[in-house]
């Protein structure tokens, strides 16, 4: 089946900083990859999502590239602050598509 | 998101009791799932359910077992047969159930945390 790695599982960023976040996928079949953000003790609440039609996908200060030939996918913030402190958790749509399978999460703190 | 409620909130079992987990959508959803959370192991599929009275099985679902006679309810029932039910559970809904051709995606509600006593 599906299987979604993520690295790395902690970063320790300075305010302003970037962070990037890497995930790798098993399943070529696999067209729909979203990013959780989830803080502490609440619900993950989706940030930003792509699909295997692009390659790359920009809101604001978070952006997702994709590379289906390697199959990973990465998450960029710019200019963190330290309200971006949370974890962090990719996915990726199984086979069927009828459901997703997600990384172990990376813990984001930021330092102001 | 506030369309997914779970209740309760917080819930304490004693070992060998069967507890069930409430998740009500009122988004007119399809498709529904219930994650579990561990500390560092991410979210696994513990089920889900593409249709009313229908439902597969996600990598984890031994110990557990659901119903969806309802559109908008789809509760999980945690056996005594799970040996360490101690977790987060988050429940989702999605308007359809084909992930890979639809724009929708996953919405989760707010979690009940079960502690096993």
């Known amino acids: 089946g599906e299987n979604v790695e993520q690295h790395p599982s902690t970063l320790s960023v300075q305010e302003g900083d970037s962070a990037v976040i890497k995930c790798t996928y098993s399943?070529?079949?696999?067209?729909?990859f979203p990013w959780y953000k989830q803080e502490l003790g609440k619900r993950p609440q989706l940030i930003i999502d792509?699909?295997?039609?692009?390659g790359e996908k920009k809101d604001q200060r978070i952006a997702v590239t994709l590379n289906k030939t390697a199959k990973h996918f990465s998450l960029h913030i710019t200019e963190t602050q330290p309200e971006d402190s949370a974890v962090y958790f990719c996915?990726?749509?199984?086979?069927?598509?009828?459901?997703?399978?997600f990384g172990k999460g990376t813990t984001l703190s930021v330092s102001s | 998101d506030g369309g997914i409620t779970q209740s309760p909130k917080y819930l304490f079992r004693k070992e060998g009791q069967n507890v069930t987990l409430s998740c009500e959508q009122n988004?007119?959803?399809?498709?529904m799932y219930w994650y579990r959370q561990d500390p560092g192991q991410g979210l696994r599929l513990i089920y889900y359910?593409?249709?009313?009275?229908?439902?597969q099985k996600g990598d984890i679902a031994e110990g557990y077992s659901v119903s969806r006679e309802k559109k908008e309810s789809f509760p999980l029932t945690v056996t005594s047969a799970q040996k360490n039910p101690t977790a987060f559970y988050l429940c989702?809904?999605?308007?359809?159930?084909?992930?890979?051709?639809?724009?929708?995606?996953?919405?989760f509600g707010p979690g009940t945390r079960l502690t096993v006593l």
């Open positions: 989702a809904s999605s308007m359809g159930a084909d992930l890979l051709t639809r724009t929708d995606t996953q919405y």
């Open positions: 399943d070529s079949a696999s067209n729909y």
């Open positions: 792509i699909r295997s039609n692009v």
């Open positions: 996915a990726a749509a199984n086979q069927a598509g009828t459901a997703l399978i």
């Open positions: 988004l007119n959803h399809d498709a």
């Open positions: 359910s593409q249709i009313v009275n229908d439902f």
